[in-house]
DNA sequence: TTGCGCAGTTATGTATACATAATCAACTGA
DNA sequence: TCAGTTGATTATGTATACATAACTGCGCAA
């Protein structure tokens, strides 16, 4: 058996982190400073820094005055590179998947969207968000390649608070997302591998209009 | 003024260990202690520990035994994995690049590959393989696209020690690949993206096919 | 002979004390 | 009044001691 009862203490503290940040809880430029975290936790400072540490890489992180960890200040310059490149990697993964994903698989990601349909008509957009994560993430470990697989991840986590901020913001983007994850997974189901590309590429597209939208009229 | 007279240990640390693992003079399932690492660097086990936790998000060192690190083992499906993902990754900023390089960038990129010419005639390997490193990041960066550009240059260092050491084992892959070089570089000049992005997957592609064979060969 | 279990060994996991760098603010001198 | 400097403050950087988990090998019994 390999059945792990330790869960390391950085990584609960990192995963707690992150939905934080996620969430919208933890904003942009926001504080996060070991002593405080390490006495939330009822730990010392040494797992919280490794959880720092590891959010600093994944880019959710940087540093701020002192030396200190702030949450990562993202401006929309980068938040368009971010796009791009979540876009056109994601259509990798579409393309791939398109034509390598198994019959389980694909019966998979039509039951997700289908459950999506759900949460659209009930306006239930943190459901939506759970819903619209999985069916992403069941078309990049669909592509079967770990490392592209794992790659896409990254840029995702980035993005994410965004996209969840864009659901909660504009109510009518839950069906036209909704529309555009149809349109994926009919290319996906023919196996028809430039279409799905191309769908998955304005579907990322149409969240960046919306979402550096959004990040422009918060600042300006 | 910004000038950071201060050089973090860990980020020493994880350079060095970088270096070691990409010149091979660490072996895939090579024994990365704390406490020895620590004596030879003269510092205490946090700063190592730093490092080799950032070592691990990089994928270059993995948990071994008695939850030590070691660095990564990589079978030959992995790194099919990791090939290929980088390949359409780089083939997408070489897409990129040829369409958005500045006339300098164009022009750099011309003389790292006229200097790469010098080393393939004298058969200078080593010097070739930083000349190849600088043509690849040349092309990634002027993709104008940071996320991208960070995003292939993770797997890029984690196929690293494998292309390295194509290139000392295979004396004629240096000739080829130049010549493939030439191919993208023409593209790129030329503005013409799609041609650019065929070159560089099949130059990526090349060097998987070498790679993994020798991966079978010595493992078989 | 083989399987199980127990202890020893070894390396990391964690806590904590102290060192150090960066910032902020008050003070001084022109 | 303002610029420069110095000291207090604050948070991280580092070292180290102790706790803990995991692997190894031995011994014992079936």
Redesign the interface.
């Known amino acids: 058996m390999d059945t792990k009862v330790t869960v390391r203490t950085a990584e609960v503290i990192y995963a707690e982190l992150v939905r934080r940040i996620v969430e919208g809880q933890l904003g942009p430029g926001d504080a996060l400073n070991e002593v405080p975290l390490a006495a939330e936790f009822g730990v010392s400072r040494t797992p919280v820094r490794?959880a720092l540490?590891?959010l600093s890489?994944?880019g959710l992180a940087e540093r701020g005055p002192r030396r200190a960890f702030v949450v990562r200040r993202t401006d929309v310059p980068?938040l368009e590179?971010?796009f791009?490149?979540?876009g056109?990697?994601e259509a990798?993964c579409a393309r791939m998947a398109a034509l390598r994903m198994t019959a389980i698989e694909r019966h998979r990601l039509a039951a997700t969207v289908e459950e999506a349909d759900g949460a659209v008509r009930d306006g239930d957009h943190a459901a939506y968000s759970g819903l619209n994560a999985r069916f992403h993430a069941a078309i990049c470990s669909g592509a079967h390649?770990?490392?592209?697989d794992?790659?896409t991840q990254?840029?995702r986590m980035?993005t994410l608070p965004w996209r969840e901020a864009q659901f909660r913001a504009a109510a009518a983007r839950l069906e036209s997302s909704q529309a555009e994850h149809r349109g994926i997974l009919e290319a996906i189901l023919a196996e028809d591998g430039e279409a799905a590309h191309r769908a998955m590429r304005g579907h990322i597209a149409a969240s960046m209009l919306l979402v550096t939208r959004m990040a422009r009229e918060r600042a300006g």
């Open positions: 490794e540490q590891h890489i994944s980068m590179d971010l791009e490149a979540l056109e990697m990798l390649n770990r490392a592209l794992a790659a990254v840029l980035r």
